[in-house]
């Protein structure tokens, strides 16, 4: 079996590095890079995924859009196939109908970056490069993961989230140095943290939590599931929901005790005053005590005041998981968590204060020299709007309706033409029985994709595009220190074509084919990339191959690892609040938004407030008791390789945890096939009973792949059927997806 034709490669993904073993024109294997001390399991299903029944084989086109225009039928899977050159002039005719008929502002460009951790085959590049080439199109703002964050801590820090994520925060290496006590608001699961944008080689957060073990850290993780943090981490089960709450109880301890900072307040925040006039209860005659948390989250006063304590008497780092965010109201924790920690008085100190996302992606909490990464240019979008990215089902279903967004006030474009390349919102999206009423709305959906995703399924031309395993790019993430070369390990599968080419090839036909190209071919881009990428890293003192050598070498581990950086935004600012002033509009940390103010907004006020979610424990009722949290899957990206997956048997449907008080009642066990409904759809899920989880609450990860629509149970488990399609508020606009009640009953 050791012949000419089996060969040993290493190349680069979202979830990390691993070795491939191809045979003629097969993968056949896939093994764990051996530099990473914590491989993810994922890549073994590779080999089955990439050569899957469920690849798409070539260019298809639904019959009945081809013959009437027809958008209703949409997912029914009749469709032909024509030869490349007749599809490519058929999809080409039509963006060229729209954009003259209706304007570019018709077209909607949909992506979400998670199709490759190659530079130069980045589905979400190549797409926004393509349509801002032949005029433009409606962008998205933000994304599923921390749109809401995206939007309020702007106003809280004066800094873009990604930046305040990836540049002011602690390292791992620091916290284990510095960092007493580690508050976990959702936890920090090392499960998340397998993935990464542009890829993680080195898993890490598993094993710093072991070091975090070694130095006596108390490390207490509140949320409604245990294992959202590593073994050895001190539980504090808390209901979904009412995080905010138990903050503002702390913070009420802290005031009523005498432990707030109030130098530290005055002299690097402002609007505190109002802030505490509403903590004490004089403006709403509500004191935020512990007795009043205490039935809103399940946590006991006596545990309130206790942590409330050590928090204000030790190194403390609050840090918050990108799922706070994700619910009804997600503003409230983020800036709630950012006011706890200015009152503990930390925020700047090394190893205190406050940081979001520890454990979300792996490369938070890495160090690193700066260094840029490899970008295709995407030119200019003429077309001036954006929509926040939750809201594509409302942009569908409701054309020309005024929306508030972050201060001001829009109105959603009329959409003709959807076209998505690198993602499959029917995983992302909620509520997605009303996703699939949405969709039915455009005139044409063109979608990009190897796989016969739910989104491929309802879309009117589908190309076949291929996997980053059958086309040549380099493997660069700004949050890693290594280099790859990732070859083009089997010719492409089917009649596969990759984004460039199909996106080229449309180019050509609407007369702007240089303007896209530029004259080059992918591997001439990918060199002229690598050029500039190298002469950056040469300027700033780091050392790298040239294509040639790195071709040779597979991959190289970069000298740009700091075993612990400073952070100069928080430190500056610590240091010298008037000559390091933040971005906001008083130059402090705005406890209190004079900005968000005047938006007048009831569901996000000027300074962070208690607002229950209209779905949550607290609202549950006989028809819906149950409240469902959405988590990551671990055994995959997002719905990618979902194909191979369910074909595991028993693998499908997907496992959805229950306390066991809560089966009990319901006469449901391990390995039951259940059914989970509500008033938006019904999901089949199988069983498993524990006592890991908070009484009332269930947990059904995402990434199943939609199946029926409308009244017919989702078979694989989707909790998307079950979520609720509405913003997180007229501020954020995000995703509310851990904002949902359900029942369950055995099958």
């Not at 005024?402 to 003709?416: T, V």
Request: glycine share 10%; with cysteine; proline share 7%.
């Amino acid at each position: 079996m050791d012949g000419e034709t089996r060969q040993r490669r290493v190349t680069s993904s979202h979830w990390g590095a691993f070795e491939v073993v191809t045979e003629g024109c097969r993968i056949i294997e896939a093994h764990p890079f051996g530099p990473d001390p914590h491989p993810p399991s994922i890549p073994a299903i590779l080999p089955a995924a990439v050569h899957h029944s469920s690849r798409v084989a070539r260019p298809s086109i639904r019959r009945a859009w081809l013959t009437t225009r027809d958008r209703t039928g949409r997912g029914d899977g009749d469709y032909v196939t024509p030869p490349w050159d007749e599809a490519l002039d058929i999809a080409a005719q039509e963006i060229d109908r729209i954009r003259k008929t209706h304007g570019n502002g018709a077209i909607y460009g949909g992506s979400y970056g998670w199709a490759s951790a190659g530079r130069f085959h980045h589905a979400q590049g190549q797409i926004h490069r393509f349509l801002n080439c032949i005029g433009g199109y409606v962008a998205s703002f933000g994304s599923y993961s921390t749109g809401c964050a995206q939007s309020i801590m702007p106003h809280v820090f004066g800094e873009n989230f990604l930046t305040l994520t990836y540049e002011a925060q602690d390292s791992f290496a620091t916290i284990a140095r510095h960092t007493e006590t580690l508050v976990m608001f959702g936890g920090i699961n090392p499960k998340n943290s397998q993935v990464s944008m542009g890829g993680i080689t080195e898993h890490q957060t598993a094993g710093w939590f072991d070091r975090f073990t070694e130095t006596g850290m108390t490390r207490v993780n509140i949320g409604p599931q245990r294992t959202d943090a590593p073994e050895g981490c001190d539980w504090l089960p808390c209901r979904p929901g009412s995080d905010t709450a138990l903050m503002l109880a702390l913070a009420h301890v802290l005031e009523t005790e005498g432990l707030a900072d109030h130098a530290f307040l005055d002299r690097y925040t402002v609007g505190y005053d109002r802030f505490r006039a509403y903590l004490m209860g004089e403006t709403d005659g509500t004191p935020k005590s512990p007795d009043w948390a205490a039935p809103l989250t399940g946590v006991a006063p006596a545990t309130i005041h206790d942590l409330a304590r050590r928090m204000a008497s030790t190194r403390t780092l609050i840090t918050v998981a990108w799922s706070l965010q994700r619910q009804e109201h997600g503003e409230q924790p983020y800036w709630m968590s950012a006011v706890l920690a200015a009152m503990l008085g930390q925020i700047g100190l090394p190893g205190g204060g406050v940081g979001y996302g520890y454990g979300a992606i792996g490369g938070i909490g890495k160090d690193f020299r700066p260094l840029g990464g490899l970008t295709l240019p995407q030119g200019t979008n003429a077309v001036p709007d954006v929509i926040p990215v939750a809201r594509v089902a409302d942009m569908l279903l409701h054309p020309g309706q005024p929306y508030d967004f972050n201060g001001q006030r829009r109105a959603y474009p009329d959409i003709r033409l959807v076209y998505w390349a690198g993602g499959n919102p029917f995983h992302h999206h909620q509520d997605l029985n009303r996703l699939h009423e949405a969709w039915t709305r455009p005139e044409t959906i063109i979608v990009n994709e190897p796989w016969w995703t739910a989104t491929a399924q309802r879309a009117d031309i589908v190309f076949p595009a291929t996997t980053p395993y059958e086309r040549e790019d380099i493997g660069r993430s700004p949050l890693d220190d290594y280099l790859f070369h990732m070859p083009a390990l089997i010719p492409p599968v089917g009649e596969a074509r990759d984004d460039y080419a199909i996106f080229a090839g449309l180019a050509e036909r609407l007369g702007l084919g240089v303007t896209f190209t530029e004259g080059r071919d992918p591997a001439q881009w990918i060199g002229h990339l690598y050029d500039g990428f190298q002469a950056r890293a040469t300027a700033a003192g780091v050392e790298v191959p040239t294509l040639d050598a790195l071709r040779a070498r597979n991959w190289i581990k970069l000298d740009i690892a700091a075993e612990e950086q400073p952070k100069p935004i928080l430190r500056a600012f610590r240091a010298d609040p008037d000559g390091a002033a933040l971005k906001t509009p008083s130059g402090r940390i705005e406890i209190f938004s004079a900005t968000i103010d005047s938006f007048g907004y009831d569901d996000c006020p000027g300074h962070p407030v208690w607002l229950p979610p209209k779905e949550w424990p607290g609202t549950a009722s006989t028809d819906a008791p149950l409240h469902l949290v959405s988590p990551q899957p671990g055994d995959k990206l997002h719905s990618q390789l979902e194909a191979a997956l369910a074909d595991i048997e028993g693998a499908r449907p997907e496992t959805i945890l229950i306390h066991e008080t809560d089966a009990a009642a319901r006469g449901v066990a391990t390995g039951d096939l259940v059914r989970a409904f509500n008033a938006r759809g019904a999901v089949r899920a199988r069983a498993r009973v524990t006592s890991d989880i908070v009484q009332g609450v269930v947990a059904l990860p995402t990434g199943a792949w939609f199946g029926a629509p409308g009244g017919n149970m989702d078979a694989n488990g989707n909790p998307n059927v079950l979520t609720r399609d509405v913003g997180t508020s007229r501020l954020g606009q995000g995703t509310s997806a851990h904002s949902a009640l359900v029942e369950v009953e055995r099958l």
